[in-house]
Nanobody
Framework: QVQLVESGGGSVQAGGPLRLSCVVHGTTMKIDVMGWYRQTPGKQREPIATITSRSGTKYANDVKGRFTIFRDNAENTVYLQMNSLKPEDTARYYC??????????WGQGTQVTVSS
């Protein structure tokens, strides 16, 4: 069973950086698209960045230019480098991965809190 384990969240002041990591466990199959999502209380989970197996990337408009998604295929890991963080980036961040055309179940996520 594929499991996603996110890490790297924490509390940071506005303008600071954080790097999130997500390891995909439980598969030896090729991982196609990987992505990062975030959710705040009372709102739907929203995609913020995706990366294909060939490292093609897409970003939500409000993180473009500040966040960078990248992956290490040998380690089944996807990263999210977040720079110039803003209080409105405060959320719980989740990753997901498409393995054999199937999206994995969500993991626990990792909390990011940005103070002004």
């Amino acid at each position: 069973q594929v499991q996603l384990v996110e890490s790297g969240g924490g509390s940071v002041q506005a303008g600071g950086p954080l790097r999130l990591s997500c390891v995909v466990h439980g598969t030896t199959m090729k991982i196609d698209v990987m992505g990062w999502y975030r959710q705040t209380p009372g709102k739907q989970r929203e995609p913020i960045a995706t990366i294909t197996s060939r490292s093609g990337t897409k970003y939500a408009n409000d993180v473009k230019g500040r966040f960078t998604i990248f992956r290490d295929n040998a380690e089944n890991t996807v990263y999210l480098q977040m720079n110039s963080l803003k209080p409105e980036d405060t959320a719980r961040y989740y990753c997901n991965a498409q393995v054999g055309l199937t999206w994995a179940d969500w993991g626990q996520g990792t909390q990011v809190t940005v103070s002004s």
